[in-house]
């Protein structure tokens, strides 16, 4: 009986590796929220862009929550190089553009220090001319919000959301790599 137990354990032993590491695999590929997820709230603080809110420079709130079911265009930025200004810049055309779709965006830093990312905020503002998308810091500020699963290797994820459902995510690793033709197709896209 002892000769027949040995190889029934290899085998379980070979079978619960297998299945590990297809577990392992599978929660690689969930990070962040795809199409048809729910979005959740998360609490930020406004720094700075968008005056005309109602929102003033230090309030916390959820924006996510303020913009309830409408349209909207999240952004998660870890690096605020590379073309993070020219894809705000759109959005900030688009918001303006999309007045009765309610189409709405707002951006996410993220990193280390909070203080420092207040002065990061006021230059993106700034560089993008930004004037009706808000960019705020993350209640979490060193990861994001953990309900929206964000890659920590993504240095810009952007969530497209409409009716408090994910229309699209799209993650860049490099900031330089955004494409902000692209996103902006999926933004024009959701609305029509």
Do not use: W
């Not at 779709?101 to 220090?113: I, K, S």
């Not at 229309?167 to 029509?192: E, I, P, T, Y």
């Amino acid at each position: 009986m002892s000769r027949l137990m040995l190889p029934l354990a290899v085998f379980g032993l070979l079978v619960c590796s297998v299945v590990s590491a297809e577990e392992q695999t599978k929660k690689k590929a969930a990070k962040g929220l795809k199409a048809g997820d729910a979005i959740g709230a998360f609490h930020v603080t406004k720094v700075c862009g968008a005056e005309d809110d109602g929102v003033e420079q230090g309030e916390r709130l959820c924006y996510r929550c303020r913009y309830q079911s409408r349209p909207m265009v999240m952004v998660f930025a870890r690096d605020t190089g590379g073309k993070l200004n020219d894809l705000v810049k759109e959005i900030d055309a688009a918001v303006k553009a999309n007045e009765d779709a309610q189409l709405r965006g707002f951006v996410t830093l993220m990193g280390e220090d909070a203080a420092a990312l207040k002065d990061v905020a006021t230059k993106v503002v700034e560089t993008s001319g930004a004037t009706s998308v808000p960019v705020v810091i993350a209640e979490d500020h060193v990861t994001g919000p953990s309900n929206y699963k964000l890659d920590e290797n993504a240095a810009i994820t952007v969530v497209l959301a409409n009716d408090s459902k994910v229309v699209a995510a799209r993650k860049f690793n490099k900031a330089d790599k955004v494409n902000v033709n692209g996103v902006m197709k999926v933004v024009n896209k959701m609305l029509n």
